[in-house]
């Protein structure tokens, strides 16, 4: 089994304390020894026992009664050979056929540890945490207290990771009074943590930090747990006292508290050059006064404010200095409680202006994001930054506009978007809603088109063009698009809508055509002549290309593009291009492919989906198979 997995050194540790077990390489052919296995258990359960199953039963009326289909050495033989095979030899790349295996084998016998420990495990790779669990405490029940320490972590994990916080408390009191394990009294103080038991959390951490024997990579994650939990002056008197300690940690800046708290005090306190680690304690321990002032669940009063600017040294712009403290410790709901008291109080308005608009936008204060938005985002800055820039804040203002069903605010928006922008408003518009869900952005569009029949400040025809767009695709399934019978009415409506204006484009007729397929009958049109008529969008137009590669002939990509290649970016028709070449023919492996266009393994085996069938892609990518691509190959299925 897996008793051997669970090594004491610094970096398990730190693995442990994290919640990583999915991504966990595991040796699970070293550690299965199944030829070492007889054919009982050895854990006896006594018939008058409680079922281990946790039906409720006793014993001797559930599980005893199960008749196996097949016998224990199949399944045995059936796990060694997975077991064998390359592919099989860590938790990371268990496959759900051997989780189905592993099922299958724990039904036969029930009580056999081995099979409920494997499903464990297996689901909890495959991202099946509810399964997990129930598997990994059945296993519990059968061996008691002869856990080891590894499965003991994961039952805890999974506990606090599904918000079982009281469950997770009883069973970590259990495992701890028979596991002298460190991080299961680190798991015990996350859970007492958000039990809000925090003097019984800070306890159980200190005393999982000390039976470490003072371990660094505990210490680390325990100041993660503290900061999670919003514990944030114990936080930062550990990291004050143990600050230089951090040089020795083996583990990526982001996930180094110390580096992090570094940047942190650089931001807040305007350093620019390197400064002694005595100096980065000193402001560490500012900001724990700082933590000490004020409470994060409520809003700042003035007292707060005057005691804030008397405990720093030196001197900062508030504004700022609460903006970057909130940045850093993710406090987003108090920024955008505090946001009006901050924005008058700094002299950066224009470094943290954008920061308070996303966390307004994410505490769902839709008023304040559209009061902010609009304080920040005059003509003349428009006109003066980066547009993709503009349009990630661009589609907040909308979305919180559309959320309040604000008519009056959304057609003064578009007012603005027009006077304001050099380029197509309604461009602008759909470019800046990509980001959110398909439903959404299609009700966005409905919303502003609604809006529109009084004012005609944009062109509703081609709303109408992208709506119906966005319900579109070239995915088929042995010819046949997948749609369901909601989509397919969302199409026919739009189609509708669609004859009250010029029907002589490519989406009314792909879209009716696509229908026909769905239903598997002739189409009045065949999709070369389709493909002829013009796209009435940029995101019709992109369906158009795909749909020549897919159905007519990639040669005209490569070749003739239509349209002009003026209207495709460069990014947008090296991504076709690419894709031109494989149904082509010029490209025959995923690997040329990357040599060639800048676009990861997962990403272009995905993509191929759009323009072959499946059976064609997994060919594809089966051809393209090395030992360094193998992993790869592994997480895109």
């Known amino acids: 089994m897996f008793e051997d997995m669970f090594n004491k050194n610094d970096k398990d540790i730190n693995f442990l304390a994290e919640r990583k077990y999915a991504e966990r390489e595991i040796d699970i052919k070293e550690n299965f020894r199944s030829k070492e296995i007889s054919k009982k258990s050895g854990y006896k359960i006594e018939r008058n026992e409680a079922c281990p199953c946790g039906s409720g039963k006793k014993y001797k009326k559930c599980c005893a009664k199960v008749n196996p289909s097949m016998s224990k050495e199949y399944y045995l033989d059936k796990i060694s050979d997975y077991m064998d095979k390359k592919h099989g030899r860590s938790l990371n790349q268990m496959t759900e056929g051997f989780y189905q295996l592993l099922k299958e084998a724990d039904e036969d016998y029930p009580v056999e540890p081995l099979f409920s420990n494997l499903a464990g495990y297996a689901a909890a790779a495959l991202e099946k945490p509810s399964e997990s669990l129930a598997y990994l405490l059945k296993y519990h029940r059968i061996v008691k207290d002869d856990i080891s320490d590894v499965v003991a972590f994961l039952i805890s994990n999974l506990l606090i990771e599904l918000e079982k916080f009281q469950e997770a408390e009883e069973k970590i009191e259990e495992f701890v009074t028979y596991k002298n394990s460190s991080v299961l009294y680190m798991k015990l103080a996350e859970v007492k943590l958000a039990l809000n038991k925090p003097k019984e959390g800070i306890k159980n951490l200190e005393k999982g930090y000390k039976k470490s024997n003072n371990n660094i990579y505990l210490l680390n994650s325990m100041i993660g747990i503290l900061k999670e939990y919003r514990n944030y002056n114990k936080a930062y008197e550990l990291l004050a006292d143990e600050f230089y300690r951090f040089n020795l940690l083996d583990v990526d800046e982001s996930e180094n508290q110390a580096e992090m ?31 000490d002032i004020i409470d994060v669940d ?68 839709f008023q304040k994001t559209i009061s902010n938005f609009k304080k920040r985002f005059t003509k003349d800055i428009i006109n003066s930054i980066n547009s993709d820039y503009f349009k990630e804040y661009l589609s907040y203002y909308l979305d919180s506009i559309y959320e309040l069903n604000d008519e009056k605010e959304m057609k003064e928006a578009i007012k603005f ?189 995905k993509s191929l989906l759009l323009i072959m069938e499946q ?13 360094d691509t193998l992993h790869k190959f592994i997480d895109a299925e």
């Open 417 to 605: 978007l027009d006077s304001a922008l050099d380029e197509n408003v309604l461009d602008m518009i759909r470019e800046s809603l990509t980001k959110l869900d398909v439903a959404r952005e299609i009700g966005i569009l409905e919303f502003i088109k609604d809006i529109n029949q009084e004012n005609n400040l944009v062109n509703n025809q081609k709303i109408i063009d992208v709506q119906l767009t966005l319900l579109l695709d070239t995915f088929m399934e042995n010819g046949k698009p997948r749609v369901n019978e909601e989509r397919q009415e969302n199409i026919k409506k739009l189609l509708e809508e669609f004859q009250n204006y010029n029907t002589n484009t490519f989406a009314y007729h792909y879209a009716n055509w696509f229908l026909a397929k769905a239903k598997e009958e002739e189409p009045d049109k065949d999709i070369e002549e389709i493909v002829e008529y013009p796209a009435g969008s940029g995101e019709s137009r992109y369906i158009k290309h795909l749909a020549i590669i897919r159905f007519v002939d990639p040669n005209i990509i490569l070749n003739n593009a239509p349209e002009t290649i003026k209207k495709i970016n460069k990014e947008d028709f090296s991504f076709l291009e690419m894709l031109a070449k494989f149904k082509n023919g010029d490209l025959k492996n995923i690997n040329q492919a990357e040599e060639n266009y800048p676009y990861p393994f997962e990403i272009i085996t």
């Open 261 to 291: 708290a570094q940047k942190m005090v650089n931001d807040l306190y305007s350093i620019k050059e390197r400064i002694s680690t005595k100096k980065y304690k000193e402001y560490l321990k500012e900001v724990e006064k700082v933590f």
């Open 615 to 627: 059976p064609e892609v997994i060919d594809l990518v089966k051809n393209s198979l090395t030992m």
């Open 298 to 365: 409520q809003k700042l009063t003035e007292k707060q404010i005057e005691q804030f600017k008397e405990c720093i040294e030196v001197e900062v712009d508030l504004g700022y200095y609460l903006e970057r403290l909130c940045f850093y410790n993710n406090e987003y709901k108090f920024l955008s409680t505090n946001d009006q008291i901050i924005l008058n109080n700094t002299e950066k308005t224009d470094l943290i202006i954008d920061s308070i608009i996303t966390t307004n936008y994410i505490n769902e204060n």
